[in-house]
């Protein structure tokens, strides 16, 4: 992912997201990844499936205010079935 980053950075730079959604939010995940670069004040919500959490935290990205939200893994977590996930989302405490 090190090596890599320069790319998605390159990315970030031509989209310009308000939101990063990363699949994954363990140790060894995409959105920790992300976290690991940044930093940043996690806020986290049960996702309704086992014991697994949905986590966001708000970062500055080329002085642009960016979330990035960690799902656990899609292939197992399906978020649109669950109650209450859409309205954290919305909520944003983050701002």
């Known amino acids: 992912a090190k090596l890599c980053w320069p790319v998605h950075e390159a990315f970030l730079n031509i989209v310009q997201p308000?939101?990063?959604v990363a699949y994954g939010n363990g140790s060894n995940s995409p959105y920790n990844f992300i976290h690991s670069?940044?930093?940043g004040d996690q806020d986290y919500i049960?996702?309704?499936?086992?014991?697994w959490?949905?986590?966001r935290f708000k970062i500055l990205i080329n002085g642009r205010p960016t979330t990035v939200i960690g799902f656990p893994h899609l292939s197992y977590y399906h978020p649109q079935t669950k109650a209450g996930i859409k309205d954290w989302l919305?909520?944003?405490p983050l701002a």
Do not use: E, L, Q, V
């Not at 049960?46 to 014991?51: F, K, L, M, R, V």
């Open 18 to 20: 308000s939101m990063i």
């Open 37 to 39: 670069r940044y930093g």
């Open 46 to 51: 049960p996702s309704g499936h086992g014991d």
């Open 53 to 55: 959490n949905i986590k």
């Open 90 to 92: 919305k909520a944003n």
